[in-house]
C-alpha cells in the first residue's frame, strides 16, 4: 500500500483488506456481513491508485479478526484481495486470499428453482470449484455454474 | 455379477455406468417376459410416490411395476393433496415417507430436490424428475427402447430436436448415450433451447463430441434416431418467449420425407404439437413402444434396488 494511503488512515490492531478490485469494498463488506452498525471503526477507500491492479478498493477495519469461515468470503467475493493482521500499527501476517475448493452456505445459488432457493427448506448452499481461470463454481444441487471476477 | 443399483439412490443417469445399464436391461429383459403376471419379489415392501409435479406417464408406470413385483403402494401426489399445502418442507414430508417405506420416487418441480431427498432418507431415493435437470429413469426406458428397436445403442446416428434448455428428459437421454459410443449426436434447436451452460461443461469434461445445429434438414437423411420433446412451458420464466418458440419445429410427414427408412422418433411424451399425428401410422412411430417399456424398466430398477432376482 502506498505511503500516501497508510498515511491517510491507520488501524492499530485488527484486518486490512488489500488489493480489492477497484468499486468492489462494499462487496466484501457485505459479505462480511459488515453494515456499520456493528460498532468496528472501519475505514474504506475506493478507487485509490495500486501499481498492480491499477486502481483498488482497501478496507481496514479495527478490532476484527477473520476466521476462516470470514477469509473464505472474502475471497468469494474479491480474489485478488489480501488480508493482513495489524498489532500496534504493525503488519504481523499477510495472506493471500484463494478460491476454496468447496463453499457451503456461503454463496446463493443464482437459480431460483434450486432446492436451496426454496423457502423453508431446512437446506445450505454448497458450491464446488470446477474452473481455474477464471474462477467457477457449480451449484452440488441444480448445477448452476457461477463465475466469479 | 455385483448388483451396483443394490440399496442405492438413483438420481441422475451419470451416477451409473454402462456395465451397470446394460445389467438394468438385461433385468428389464426378464421383467418382460414377465408380462402380465405378478411377482412375489416385493412382498412386504412398500414403495412410496412422492409426486410433487404433475405425472402421468411415471407415476403409473413406477406404481404398476411395484405392484407387480408385489410391493404396496402408498402415493403422494401433487402439492395441494398433502402437508405441503400447509407449508410442510420438502425435507420433513420425505423423513416421513422414509418411515412409512422401503424406496421411495420424488418428482419436484425444484431442480436438486432428489439430491436432498436422497440425503435425507435412509431408504433408496428414485429421482423421478427434478425441474429441468434429470429424469434418469426415462433415459432408462429411452436408451433401453433404442437398444430393442436396433441390438445396439453404439453406432447410430441420433438426433436430439427440440428443448435442450429445460427438457429433463432428453438431456438425460443424451448423458445416458455419454456411456456408449453413438455414431454421430446432433443436437437441434432454436438457439434460446440450446443446452445450459452446465450441460455443455459435463459433455466436455466427458470428451463427448456432439453437433450443435438449428435445423433438422440437412441431417435427415443420416439419422437412425430422432428423440423430439416439447417446448418445456412450465419451466419458462417469461411466457411471451414460450409463445414465440412454441411450434419453431414439427416433425411431419415432409420431414420424414428424406429420412432413412429404418428412422425410429422418440419422444417421451406427452406431445404438444411438435410431432404432427399423422406421424403415429408410420413405421417411423416408436413412442408409444418407448412408453410401453416403461413398466419393465422400472421393474428392472425396482428389483435391483431392492436386491431380489426376477
Not at chain 1, 103 to 123: F, H, Q, S, Y
Not at chain 2, 65 to 76: F, H, T
Not at chain 2, 166 to 173: D, E, K, Q, T, W
Amino acid at each position: 500500500m502506498s505511503s500516501e494511503v497508510s498515511r491517510f488512515a491507520r488501524i492499530r490492531s485488527g484486518t486490512v483488506i488489500d488489493h480489492i478490485p477497484a468499486g468492489r469494498a462494499l462487496e466484501v463488506l457485505r459479505a462480511l456481513g459488515i453494515s456499520g452498525r456493528e460498532g468496528y471503526r472501519t475505514i474504506v477507500l475506493m478507487n485509490v491508485e495500486s501499481r498492480k491492479l491499477g486502481r483498488k478498493d482497501v478496507v481496514k477495519i479495527e478490532g476484527k479478526l477473520l476466521d476462516s469461515r470470514e477469509v473464505a468470503l472474502v475471497a468469494l467475493a474479491a480474489l485478488s484481495a489480501t488480508i493482513s493482521t495489524v498489532e500496534d500499527f504493525e503488519v504481523r501476517r499477510k495472506v493471500r486470499v484463494s478460491a476454496p475448493d468447496e463453499v457451503e452456505g456461503l454463496l446463493k445459488c443464482p437459480n431460483p428453482t434450486c432446492i436451496t432457493n426454496k423457502e423453508r427448506e431446512p437446506v445450505r448452499s454448497r458450491f464446488r470449484r470446477v474452473g481455474g481461470r477464471p474462477v467457477e463454481y457449480q451449484c452440488a444441487y441444480c448445477g448452476t455454474m457461477v463465475r466469479l471476477e | 455379477m455385483d448388483n451396483p443399483f443394490k440399496g442405492s439412490d438413483v438420481v441422475s443417469v451419470l451416477d451409473f455406468s454402462r456395465r451397470d445399464l446394460e445389467l438394468l436391461f438385461e433385468y428389464a429383459d426378464r421383467a418382460q417376459r414377465h408380462a402380465g403376471s405378478k411377482l412375489d419379489a416385493l412382498r412386504g415392501k412398500v414403495v412410496a410416490l412422492a409426486f410433487f409435479e404433475p405425472s402421468t406417464r411415471t407415476r403409473f408406470s413406477f406404481e404398476v411395476a411395484a405392484k407387480r413385483l408385489g410391493a404396496d403402494v402408498i402415493s403422494v401426489s401433487g402439492e395441494e393433496a398433502t402437508s405441503v399445502a400447509k407449508g410442510e418442507s420438502l425435507a420433513d414430508t420425505v423423513r416421513m415417507l422414509d418411515a412409512y417405506s422401503d424406496l421411495i420416487v420424488v418428482r419436484h418441480r425444484y431442480e436438486g430436490a432428489a439430491k436432498l431427498a436422497a440425503e435425507i432418507a435412509e431408504s433408496p431415493v428414485v429421482n423421478g424428475g427434478d425441474g429441468w435437470q434429470h429424469h434418469p429413469t426415462q433415459a432408462m426406458i429411452d436408451l433401453y427402447t433404442v437398444l430393442k428397436l436396433f441390438g445396439t445403442i453404439d453406432g447410430l446416428n441420433y438426433a436430439l430436436l427440440g428443448d435442450l434448455r429445460y427438457g429433463r428428459a432428453i438431456v438425460s437421454f443424451l448423458y445416458g448415450l455419454t456411456r456408449f459410443r453413438p455414431g454421430a449426436v446432433y443436437l437441434v434447436s432454436p438457439e434460446p433451447l440450446r443446452p445450459r451452460r452446465e450441460v455443455l461443461a459435463k459433455l466436455g469434461e466427458l470428451g463427448f463430441k456432439c453437433e450443435a445445429t438449428c435445423s433438422l434438414e440437412p441431417i435427415i437423411g443420416e439419422v437412425d434416431v430422432l428423440y423430439v420433446s416439447r417446448v418445456q412451458k412450465e419451466r419458462f420464466p417469461d411466457p411471451a418467449e414460450y409463445e414465440r418458440l412454441r411450434g419453431s419445429y414439427v416433425v411431419n410427414l415432409r420431414t420424414l420425407s428424406r429420412a432413412k427408412p429404418g428412422l425410429k422418433v422418440l419422444h417421451p411424451l406427452p406431445r404438444v404439437d411438435e410431432i404432427a399425428h399423422e406421424v403415429d401410422g408410420t413405421p417411423h412411430a416408436a413412442y408409444f413402444y418407448q412408453a410401453s417399456l416403461g413398466v419393465p424398466v422400472r421393474m428392472a430398477l425396482l428389483s435391483l434396488i431392492s436386491g431380489v432376482e426376477i
